[in-house]
T-cell receptor
Framework: KAGVTQTPRYLIKTRGQQVTLSCSPI?????VSWYQQTPGQGLQFLFE???????NKGNFPGRFSGRQFSNSRSEMNVSTLELGDSALYLC??????FGSGTRLTVV | GENVEQHPSTLSVQEGDSAVIKCTYS??????FPWYKQELGKRPQLIID?????GEKKDQRIAVTLNKTAKHFSLHITETQPEDSAVYFC???????????FGKGTTLSVSS
């Protein structure tokens, strides 16, 4: 079966812009979690969705938001980008299987 | 909230030696502890996991032990090979079961 698909793989944005990342989980998985990975902070939990409902949210500012659609695909949005938002954004399907991530660079 | 401490941050071993990575967690309600291997530029991959009703689990050269009383768990890799070189992360599931809380990672280098 297909794995976890994240798009795009790479993204370069300017400070102040907004960005939307997408994650398609493994077929049948209803949970999608998002994580931010940086060299300094490691892997940090952003939020988790299950059947279109956000069940948990990490300690990130309100600029970080997400949603999940009825087909379980999920998007996360970051508004008013800051340089410190540069990171690898990973989604996990079914709680524990990661996609390849989206590398976001904010310049 | 839940916190996971991981040691050491770097570990260098000779091929064939054993490697041990240790983690402690703070939330006694955590009941699932996965370990991930992340090679450079790749996704974290689940390599082994353990649930709180089990004390030890082994899969070929990899084993994980869990001490619930002390709230620590460890990854053991025997007969290390150069392809074991990677960053290893331990994690604990939060009380709600909806998030993984990760350790800071251990960079393992296996030299031949």
């Amino acid at each position: 079966k297909a794995g976890v698909t994240q798009t795009p793989r790479y993204l370069i944005k300017t400070r102040g812009q907004q960005v939307t990342l997408s994650c398609s989980p493994i077929s049948g998985h209803r949970s999608v979690s998002w994580y931010q990975q940086t060299p300094g902070q490691g892997l940090q939990f952003l939020f988790e969705y299950f059947s279109e409902t956000q069940r948990n949210k990490g300690n990130f500012p309100g600029r970080f938001s997400g949603r999940q659609f009825s087909n379980s695909r999920s998007e996360m949005n970051v508004s008013t980008l800051e340089l410190g938002d540069s990171a690898l954004y990973l989604c996990a399907s079914g709680g524990y299987t990661f996609g390849s991530g989206t590398r976001l660079t904010v310049v | 909230g839940e916190n996971v401490e991981q040691h050491p941050s770097t570990l260098s071993v000779q091929e064939g030696d054993s490697a041990v990575i240790k983690c402690t967690y703070s939330d006694s309600a955590s009941n699932y502890f996965p370990w991930y291997k992340q090679e450079l530029g790749k996704r974290p991959q689940l390599i082994i996991d353990i649930r709180s009703n089990v004390g030890e689990k082994k899969d070929q050269r990899i084993a994980v032990t869990l001490n619930k009383t002390a709230k620590h768990f460890s990854l053991h890799i025997t007969e290390t090979q150069p392809e074991d070189s990677a960053v290893y992360f331990c994690a604990a599931v939060n009380q709600a079961g909806t998030a993984l809380i990760f350790g800071k990672g251990t960079t393992l280098s296996v030299s031949s």
